[in-house]
């Protein structure tokens, strides 16, 4: 079983649509999470934070349900720059980070 | 925010060379770094851990006389793939933790490799 499992995707939504991921992780004891997102060919940027208590950056909801381990990333209001690839990240405590294998995300016009 | 460079940003090479790639942090200091590789629509799978001052780290599977890392100081890790072949050919990333924030890690843009 993979440490971070997400969603295959690809996700194709019309501007203005709300699309949720899901992820799930393996390892109860993992610290802190994240989702980030990473555009073709370029490096992976952070997007936010996940915390336990649930988190919201503008359009982005992030949630984590640590009983059930598992993450989610809401984002309302899809633009044509939200297309990109949404990788759930976990940091098992060994200091480097366990990435999942991406939902892409196009949205179309 | 932190940023952390790497070079080249793209290079082809024929097999059997050798290819060194360089990650710098700008900005603060990273006693770890790590190397991740990413083949296409694949998610990044950590090579190894880099430490500065001490050997690195290898995950299981990454070659260690294969894939060359030096942390010789704490804003610079080198990865040297030697001996490349084309199935070494890939998305190499590295990321860099801010001490100042214990949980933040800064990508470098990434260099893709191209074995002939």
């Known amino acids: 079983r993979k440490e971070v499992e997400q969603d295959p995707g690809p996700f194709n939504v019309p501007e203005g649509a709300t699309v949720a991921f899901n992820c799930t992780y393996s390892?109860?004891?993992?610290?802190?999470f994240f989702w980030y997102r990473q555009d073709c060919r370029k490096e992976p940027k952070l997007l936010m934070s996940?915390?336990?208590s649930g988190n919201e950056d503008g359009r982005f909801t992030a949630q984590l349900n640590r009983a059930s381990q598992y993450i989610s990333l809401l984002i309302r209001d899809s633009k044509l720059s939200d297309s990109a690839t949404y990788l759930c990240?976990?940091?098992?405590?060994?200091?480097?980070?366990?990435f999942g294998s991406g939902t892409r995300l196009q949205v179309q016009p | 925010g932190a940023v952390v460079s790497q070079h080249p940003s793209w290079v082809i090479c024929k097999s059997g060379t050798s290819v060194k790639i360089e990650c710098r942090s700008l900005?603060?200091?990273?006693?770890?770094m790590f190397w991740y590789r990413q083949f296409p629509k694949q998610s990044l799978m950590l090579m190894a851990t880099?430490?500065?001052?001490?050997?690195?780290?290898?995950e299981q599977g990454v070659e260690k006389d294969k894939f060359l890392i030096n942390h010789a100081s704490l804003t610079l890790s080198t990865l040297t793939v030697t001996s490349a072949h084309p199935e070494d050919s890939s998305f190499y990333i590295c990321?860099?933790?801010?001490?100042?924030?214990?949980?933040?890690?800064?990508f470098g843009p990434g260099t893709r490799l191209t074995v002939l």
């Open positions: 996940v915390y336990s």
């Open positions: 990321s860099a933790r801010d001490l100042g924030i214990a949980d933040t890690q800064y």
């Open positions: 390892n109860s004891a993992s610290q802190s």
């Open positions: 900005d603060f200091q990273a006693t770890t």
């Open positions: 880099s430490n500065e001052g001490s050997k690195a780290t290898y």
């Open positions: 990240v976990v940091n098992t405590g060994r200091r480097a980070l366990t």
